[in-house]
Structures are given as C-alpha cells and as structure tokens.
C-alpha cells in the first residue's frame, strides 16, 4: 500500500512506495510539505491582516489646569503607547503625584484595564532641577507625575507603553 498524507499534510512513505521515476517518488514529500506551507501562509497573512486592521490613534491636547502641550496615543492590538511634551510649573513635593492630565480624557480604547490598574513609564523634566522622573496611567485615564523629591520644573516629556491587560 502506497504512503498517505498525514493530519499535518506531509507525505508518509510506506515500503511499496513507487521509486521510478526517482523524480517523482522524492517530489510527493515535497508537494505535500509545499501545500502545508501554502495553507499556513494563508492563515497567517489572514491573521496580520487582522491585527493590522486593529491599529488606531488618537491625538489630544487638554490638560490637567496649568498645563500645556501634546499627548498623543497609538494601540497596535493590546499595546499602548503614549508619547507626551508638556510645559507648566511641576511644584513637587518628595512623596507626591503631579497630575497632569485628567481622568477621561484619553479614551477608554487606551485606558489600562486589569489587575495592576496603574502602568508606569519613563518621565524627563525640565527647567529647574532637571531629571528623571516617573509617569503613571491608570484605568481612567488619569496621568501623574511623580520625581521623588521636592523640586520645581517647568515642563516634562514622558513615554508609557504597556499592554493593555497584563
């Protein structure tokens, strides 16, 4: 009894396979690894196509009193990534949140959701005592600021990129 295809669509052989042509013998392995490849390509490039199709963006500009700048958001699938240039008196103190953009106003598509419900990311500040600082998201929307120690900058950019359920 001649080989078969098995549930993986590769070619079997058996012991009376037909070897003349030797052509032909060796190509029923390869037309059934090269069918196989040609379904899992189509399957994959469905599957791109769809996620492509989940990108989106949003671009804003209010801020919380006191604050100006831009924030802009982009979700490629369940990763967010929210890129901010702001400028505003930052009065910290060395345990205390800055918030700088409020609660709601980055739509709900961009929001974090799950358990933790805050994401973290990185914060440069500017004018005064300039440095590193922290930025945080949380499920509403709310951004913070957060430089651990009392100091007074005049504005900060910030990166958070997260998924959107950990």
């Not at 671009?59 to 919380?64: I, K, L, R, S, Y």
């Amino acid at each position: 009894m001649p080989g078969s295809v098995d549930p993986n669509g590769v070619y079997i052989y058996a012991e009376d396979d037909i070897v003349s042509p030797f052509s032909d013998y060796m190509n029923l392995g390869q037309e059934s690894v090269s069918e196989s490849i040609a379904d899992h390509y189509a399957s994959l490039s469905s599957r791109l196509t769809d996620l492509e199709a989940d990108r989106t963006s949003w671009t804003g500009t209010t801020f919380a009193s006191g604050f100006t700048g831009t924030v802009s958001a982009w979700r490629d699938g369940l990763t967010v990534t929210i890129n901010a240039t702001m400028s505003g008196t930052l009065a910290f103190t060395a345990t205390g949140l800055i918030s700088v953009i409020n609660a709601n106003v980055i739509p709900a598509a961009f929001r974090p959701n799950g358990t933790p419900d805050n994401r973290w990311g990185a914060a440069y500040l500017s004018g005064g005592t300039a440095g590193h600082g922290l930025a945080v998201i949380d499920n509403t929307g709310l951004v913070r600021l957060f430089k651990g120690a009392a100091t007074s900058n005049t504005g900060a950019q910030f990166t958070l990129t997260y998924n959107l359920a950990p």
